[in-house]
């Protein structure tokens, strides 16, 4: 591509947003069904935040910090040979802005990631009769006084600083929150030459016990899981159940946490505290949230799924309520990138049959009946998981009054809590309204689900409306404002849903 503004309009028969897993399934099937495929992704290579690559210079063995990475080899290569073929255009470096229906399918509008420009400048237009979005999620956060220290990381961000740097971001860390991927950063710490003072998880876990049929249906899983344990035996790594980390203590960045045992309601329970001195890395991880903002934004029907976040509803061929737009991998449910390759297959192919491509073979169908068992195996595990590893309900109990709630806009946790009891702030818009929480650089991911818990927002339709209201931006991404200006001489102007 050339450095000046030159290419402002581009037409194929299926877009695929998003080289992670399911992106990466969803081309590679649409381009081997016969279709013309352009593959958008922010990163300059692709596998995603999964299958994030290490830098250069730490490249000697990349699959060493991977789960499924054969499964990440096999579709690179497809998707090379796509690319050599002319069948697939791998759009690397930039990201989606907007996504709107037009008169004769789909539109969006894309630009150069800036940091990854290396010049390239303006905003090109792209229309085709089929999408499949694959946006990925990133981890959900509750504020813990002390969490803005140096030192203090989400627990997906640890393990994306080993996969890319092949060593701890810290000495001596303590990983909390809820969930299996706890023990998955916990093992990446450890492998990477670091030491784990304790994995403090939030559930007492007797919330699998109603599901081991579900977890019996993905034994990968429990053989995982076995791994991580094992590992943390050897290191003789406390496992805490049914405690959280409830301070953060430190002068210039992490260096003593605090942790408290929690009753059956997520609350914290007087006079538990038990602390990790010496302490210079701090993961904090409760799930994940899918990246929903273009879901809003094409208008597709949405719910909340069972841990809360907000995902997009699809049919059996991951089509969305929106004609030509389907969905695969964490924006319909995070369920893991075994899932995510199987839903990204389905919905690739299932674009590619709207677009006009519709030949099928024996072989093509068994492979897809696999990819259907594997879908639904692996939402059944997904299930299970969330109902045994929620949010603590009572996780207000270790706030402090200047506890900082939205980092970006530095507000406490006293002035929200002022705002939903004395201005009746019922939902995120309206804590943003009065306190400017969810208005800083990014605009609510980081604080959005604390945003949802603290304003008190009741029932499924209520949370699915503050979901969306968190999830709603006229813009995906930050944009120049000089391309702002010259999208008015494109072909369709840059406009808000």
């Known amino acids: 591509m050339s450095k000046e503004n030159s290419v402002r309009q581009k037409h194929c028969d299926v877009v695929v947003i998003g080289a992670g897993p399911a992106g990466l399934a969803a081309a590679s099937q649409a381009s081997g069904a016969g279709a013309q495929v352009l593959l958008i992704d922010q990163s300059l290579r692709p596998g995603g935040q999964f299958w994030r690559h290490a830098s250069e210079e730490h490249d000697a063995d990349p699959g060493r910090w991977h789960h499924g990475w054969n499964t990440y080899t096999q579709l690179a290569k497809v998707l090379e040979r796509a690319i050599g073929t002319g069948r697939v255009e791998h759009l690397s470096g930039h990201h989606v802005l907007t996504g709107e229906r037009t008169g004769t399918g789909l539109g969006l509008t894309v630009q150069p990631v800036p940091e990854l420009a290396d010049g390239v400048r303006g905003l090109i237009t792209v229309e085709a009769p089929a999408v499949v979005l694959c946006p990925g999620a990133y981890d959900r956060q509750l504020p813990v006084p002390g969490w803005t220290l140096p030192g203090v990381m989400a627990a997906g961000g640890v393990q994306a600083f080993i996969k890319t740097q092949g060593a701890a971001p810290g000495r001596r860390a303590v990983l909390a929150g809820t969930g299996p991927f706890l023990l998955s950063a916990a093992a990446s710490v450890i492998q990477a030459g670091g030491e784990v003072a304790a994995v403090c998880e939030a559930a007492d876990l007797t919330g699998w016990v109603p599901h081991g049929v579900a977890a019996a249906l993905v034994p990968s899983k429990g053989l995982e899981g076995a791994e991580y344990i094992s590992l943390l035996a050897k290191h003789r790594v406390p496992y805490l159940r049914r405690t959280a980390v409830t301070a953060i203590h430190g002068e210039q960045r992490a260096e003593k946490v605090t942790v408290s045992r929690l009753d059956r309601h997520g609350a914290v329970v007087a006079g538990t505290e038990k602390h990790f ?84 073979g024996a072989r093509q169908a068994a492979a897809a009946q696999r990819d259907k068992i594997l879908r639904a195996n692996h939402r059944a595990f997904a299930r299970a998981m969330h109902t045994a590893h929620p949010l603590p309900a009572g996780w207000e109990s270790w706030m402090q009054e200047e506890t900082t709630v939205c980092r970006c806009e530095e507000v406490p946790y006293h002035r929200i809590r002022e705002s939903t009891e004395t201005l009746s702030a019922q939902e995120p818009r309206g804590l943003k309204g009065t306190t400017r929480t969810g208005m800083g650089w990014c605009q609510g991911r980081i604080c959005g689900a604390a945003a949802i818990c603290l304003a008190k927002s009741s029932g499924d339709q209520r949370k699915e409306q503050a979901a969306r209201a968190v999830a709603k931006r006229p813009l995906a991404a930050p944009v120049r404002l000089s391309d702002l200006a010259e999208s008015r001489a494109q072909t369709r102007p840059l406009k808000a849903p």
């Open 277 to 360: 001195n010496d302490v210079d890395l701090v993961g904090l991880g409760w799930g994940f949230v899918p990246q929903s903002e273009l879901v809003v934004q094409f208008g597709a029907q949405t719910r909340i799924d069972i841990d809360g976040s907000l995902i997009g509803v699809v049919d059996t061929r991951q089509h969305s309520s929106v004609e030509g737009l389907y969905l695969a991998g964490e924006i319909t449910g995070v369920a893991g990138a075994t899932a995510a390759v199987a839903e990204g297959r389905i919905a690739g192919y299932a674009a590619a049959w709207m677009a006009g491509y519709r030949v099928r």
